[in-house]
């Protein structure tokens, strides 16, 4: 059996992260993690090429920050194992999520899925220029703004041309405005649809930069409140052999809501 060496090379994508000492690449230097991750072996060669460019810019001014391949992963099983074709992310920071999501659309033949909201016009000027290199303008829509604002819904529900079926939030991890965030878009995401958290663990409490308990008391304190919900709130630790099977010490919380009639 002869081996395809756009596939080989594929599979050693990323392998070398775990030689870097940047904190972004704890995945790749902690489980015995010598492997590329679907997420990054699926990529074509020039999108791959943008992501490593991507990785080198942005750690030249020091930041990290970006969900980690966990996260990703999970959001491309459920986006690409159910072809959801409505997506809203709160909170895109320097890109590299929508970047990622954007190629994944586009892969699903998908136009107008996502819109990202960001408060901050500066990184999302750098964001726009990134989907422009990368070629994801057609997938990829990106609103200025504070992600809990009234009108945040209507305006992503025109470009999308239905509601959400998917939404993300990693923006503040500020308590309070995270309760916003819920009791905003919940009502706006589709029955049935679902809703994927960030950054949710006891251990991410300290994100929070008003130092109120982050995702995790919002989400203590909106649940209760929506017995409905379909939820579940996965811990995390970095090691194969830890406590816990779920990979990223920040935690993820994912909910469905329920659908608008019984199913079958």
Same mark, same amino acid.
């Given at each position: 059996m002869t081996t395809d060496p756009g596939t080989a090379d594929r599979s050693l994508r990323s392998t070398d992260f775990g030689?870097?000492?940047h904190r972004r690449y704890w995945w790749h230097r902690t489980g015995g993690r010598s492997y590329a991750p679907p997420v990054y072996s699926d990529l074509t060669e020039a999108e791959w090429a943008v992501m490593e460019a991507w990785f080198e810019d942005s750690e030249r001014v020091g930041s990290g920050g970006e969900m980690s391949v966990p996260m990703i992963s999970v959001l491309q099983g459920f986006i690409m194992g159910s072809g959801i074709?409505?997506? #809203?992310? *709160? %909170?895109?920071?320097?890109?590299?999520?929508?970047?990622?999501?954007?190629?994944?659309?586009?892969?699903?033949?998908?136009?107008?899925?996502?819109?990202?909201?960001?408060?901050?016009?500066?990184?999302?000027e750098g964001v726009q220029g990134w989907l422009a290199r990368a070629g994801l303008e057609a997938q990829v829509r990106l609103i200025v703004s504070d992600s809990a604002a009234p009108g945040m819904?209507?305006?992503?529900? #025109?470009? *999308? %041309?239905?509601?959400?079926?998917?939404?993300i939030i990693d923006s503040s991890h500020q308590y309070a405005h995270t309760l916003r965030e819920l009791d905003l878009w919940w009502?706006?995401?589709?029955?049935g649809g679902l809703m994927f958290l960030h950054d949710c663990s006891d251990y991410a409490r300290g994100w929070d930069s008003t130092g109120e308990g982050g995702v995790r008391r919002?989400?203590?304190?909106?649940?209760p409140r929506h017995p409905e919900t379909a939820a579940l709130m996965l811990e995390g630790n970095p090691n194969a052999d830890g406590p816990v099977a779920y990979a990223d010490g920040c935690g993820l919380c994912m909910m469905q809501k329920p659908p608008a009639a019984p199913l079958a």
């Open positions: 030689d870097r000492a074709r409505s997506i #809203v992310q *709160l %909170g895109h920071y320097k890109g590299y999520s929508t970047l990622m999501i954007g190629m994944m659309l586009r892969r699903m033949g998908v136009e107008k899925g996502l819109v990202s909201i960001d408060i901050d016009k500066g990184m999302t819904p209507a305006a992503a529900e #025109v470009i *999308l %041309g239905r509601a959400p079926r998917c939404l009502d706006a995401l589709a029955p919002a989400l203590e304190e909106w649940l």
